[in-house]
């Protein structure tokens, strides 16, 4: 059994920062892709940012610039530093990972990031 533990959200003013971590805990395995998604009251959930085994990323428009994901594969962490954050920056984030080589995936239990203007 994998869980998925997050941790960092809070709430930041406008042009402030925040960095969310995601461990995933369990019997040895090994993590393939992993993400961070959000969903803000009343919209559906949507991906934010990914980022492949090898480190390769990806990110929504409307983060690019700010956000920046990273892992550590050692721990099997994944990373959201988020800076300049805007009001609609507003979520709950969650954490994804997908088992290595398989179609199987996880989700953390999410955490708010709150950003006041």
């Known amino acids: 059994q994998v869980q998925l533990v997050e941790s960092g959200g809070g709430l930041a003013q406008a042009g402030g920062s925040l960095r969310l971590s995601c461990v995933a805990s369990g019997s040895s395995i090994s993590i393939g892709a992993m993400a961070w998604y959000r969903q803000a009251p009343g919209k559906q959930r949507e991906l934010v940012a990914n980022?492949?085994?090898?480190?390769?990323?990806s990110y929504t428009d409307s983060v690019k610039g700010r956000f920046t994901i990273s892992r550590d594969n050692n721990k099997n962490a994944v990373y959201l530093q988020m800076n300049s954050l805007k009001p609609e920056d507003t979520a709950v984030y969650y954490c994804?990972?997908?088992?290595?080589?398989?179609?199987?995936?996880?989700w953390g239990q999410g955490t708010q990031v709150t950003v006041s203007s």
């Open positions: 980022i492949a085994s090898g480190g390769s990323t």
């Open positions: 994804y990972a997908q088992l290595g080589g398989t179609s199987r995936y996880w």
